[in-house]
């Protein structure tokens, strides 16, 4: 089935420092989806990215999605301490709505 | 205020015994899921219903079951074939209507522990 690899696994900042972690798949992907996942809380949604080529800004983050559609980013400009947290992508099945997460990756920010 | 709640937030249990969780929405939505993540992991999908009276297997629904009655409510019933059952449980929900947007809504999760 559909994968979606997601790196680095983990990745610590100094505040005020960018962060970009990465989602790749082998084949097409129809969507990709980016959520945050606060520790010891649960997967919020921020982003879906549906076309090729496409950015999108929501503040200080910044979120692509490949001319060929197989991989995506998230970055992050100057960190802050509210930032930290599991960042994960995940792909929508068009039939189903299941989405399949990438591993995610877990961003500690040090004040 | 509308959104969805997951009962308990923890959860104890002894080997051997079932344990059903709880997943409540009043989004109105059709479809839903339960997914298990474990320390330092992804999420996995265990069951999925997209409408009520019809549910089915995610990728690791080995040693799970669930019922979808009503479209308000999807509880998962951990039975004790599922050999490794201590983990954090989510509950999401997802719109079916119009337009392409996969989002899913979250719970706060349940966290299961397994002695």
């Known amino acids: 089935g559909q994968q979606v690899m997601q790196i680095p696994q983990y990745q610590h900042v100094q505040e005020g420092e960018d962060f970009t972690t990465y989602c790749n798949s082998s084949?097409?992907?129809?969507?990709i989806q980016w959520y945050k996942q606060r520790p010891g809380g649960h997967p919020v949604f921020l982003i879906q990215?549906?076309?090729?080529?496409e950015v999108k800004k929501q503040k200080r983050l910044t979120f692509q999605f490949g001319e060929a559609k197989k991989n995506s980013s998230l970055h992050i400009t100057a960190t802050q301490t509210t930032d930290v947290g599991t960042y994960f992508c995940?792909?929508?099945?068009?039939?189903?709505?299941?989405?399949?997460f990438g591993q995610g990756t877990t961003l500690q920010v040090k004040p | 205020d509308g959104g969805i709640t997951q009962s308990p937030k923890y959860l104890f249990r002894k080997e051997g015994q079932n344990v059903t969780l709880s997943c409540e929405q009043n989004?109105?939505?059709?479809?839903m899921y339960w997914y298990r993540q474990d320390p330092g992991q992804g999420l996995r999908l265990i069951y999925y219903?997209?409408?009520?009276?019809?549910?089915q297997k995610g990728d690791i629904a080995e040693g799970y079951s669930v019922s979808r009655e009503k479209k308000e409510s999807f509880p998962l019933t951990v039975t004790s074939a599922q050999k490794n059952p201590t983990a954090f449980y989510l509950c999401?929900?997802?719109?079916?209507?119009?337009?392409?947007?996969?989002?899913?809504?979250f719970g706060p999760g349940t966290r299961l522990t397994v002695t």
């Open positions: 999401a929900s997802r719109t079916t209507g119009q337009g392409i947007s996969y989002e899913q809504y």
């Open positions: 084949t097409t992907l129809s969507n």
């Open positions: 990215l549906v076309k090729s080529g």
């Open positions: 989004l109105n939505h059709d479809a």
């Open positions: 219903s997209q409408i009520v009276n019809d549910f």
């Open positions: 995940a792909h929508g099945s068009s039939n189903t709505g299941k989405l399949i």
